[in-house]
């Protein structure tokens, strides 16, 4: 694996550009190459960019061609079509794979020798068929899968709970849309069950506040969509800090979305913890799922195998 500091982001929309603004702050990227299929587009966001380098530290902004991301560490898909209200991850699907077999068309003559990592959704069908048309090894190309999933789901927990963020360990975990589920079982603030902490709160129906923690955090991207037309920011978060794992070789354990390889789930990209470091998506950590946990996780993944073998997209 190539390790330069050298990030690109290709799409430069709303959420591509606010990546970069993102990692142009991040004191360990040290390159950062802009592509868009309008140039100028790539042009003005990588000059507006760079005139806030003075206030952060030295980074090289820049538009540049597929030719400049052969020594990328990590290279960053955000291209694609603003979803409208009401509108699925999966209604973008069709125009999102053909967007993608277009940049992946030029990203395979440069052969790229760092990370790929999808960010467009439906992000797990598009992570799946980077790896299948890239022929790259499966730690190399990942998803930003339920990252942000989490965050939000641990945002609305410290809300209900009124604790501590940084307290709150949880996970949203499968598809990245609408058959994620949240891991009650993995999850703990300071290192105690958050079922037991929300009884000892007076929840009385656990199970009814479960459910409406989970609305409130499927609901609040779609929320935002609604109100402002993207998401934009916490996405941009979420992949300055799957990128700074993978340059600084942290080790962090991230829901990402990778191919699996467990019975019952394989073939399929979806999001389990797993370590993050400069090999990329390096090893999934293997999870103690609740009985309902497992039939869920199963659940999404024939989901998501359904639609990759509509698709032709089978390993």
């Known amino acids: 694996m190539i390790h330069s500091g050298k990030v690109a982001v290709i799409g ?26 309008k140039q100028e587009k790539a ?73 790929i990592l999808l960010v467009s959704n439906p992000v797990d069908i598009l992570t799946a068929k980077t790896l299948k048309v890239t022929g790259l090894p499966k730690n190399r190309v990942f998803g930003s899968g339920t990252l942000l999933d989490s965050a939000r789901f ?34 703990n603030v300071g290192g105690i069950p958050v079922q037991a902490l929300l009884k000892a709160s007076g929840v009385e129906n656990l199970e009814k506040e479960e459910k409406q923690i989970l609305s409130e955090v499927v609901s609040s991207g779609y929320d935002i969509v609604k109100k402002k037309g ?11 800090h799957i990128v700074e794992s993978v340059l600084t070789d942290s ?14 789930i394989e073939g399929v990209a979806l999001s389990l913890p797993t370590v993050v470091g400069k090999g990329g998506a390096e090893k999934v950590l293997p999870v103690s799922l609740s009985a309902t946990e497992k039939e869920e996780l199963l659940a999404s993944a024939k989901k998501l195998r359904e639609v990759l073998t509509s698709l032709d997209i089978v390993f």
């Open 251 to 264: 080790k962090a354990i991230l829901p990402i979305s990778v191919l699996q390889e467990e019975e019952g």
């Open 43 to 115: 042009e003005g966001e990588a000059l507006d960019i760079l005139h806030g380098v003075p206030f952060a530290r030295p980074t090289d902004v820049y538009a540049g061609k597929y030719e400049d991301l052969k020594d990328a560490e990590v290279i960053v898909i955000s291209a694609g079509v603003g979803p409208k209200p009401g509108q699925t991850r999966f209604d973008q699907m069709k125009i999102h794979l053909s967007i993608l077999q277009s940049i992946l068309d030029q990203l395979n003559q440069v052969e790229p020798e760092g990370c």
């Open 12 to 37: 430069c929309g709303a959420v591509g550009s606010s990546i970069a603004f993102a990692l142009m702050q991040n004191p360990y990227v040290h390159e950062l190459v802009l592509l868009d299929y």
């Open 230 to 240: 993207m998401t934009c920011y916490g996405i941009a978060m979420s992949v300055n």
């Open 154 to 187: 641990k945002t609305i927990l410290a809300s209900h709970l009124h604790a501590n963020i940084d307290d709150i360990h949880g996970y949203i975990l499968g598809e990245h849309g609408e058959s994620a589920f949240p891991a009650w079982s993995l999850t």
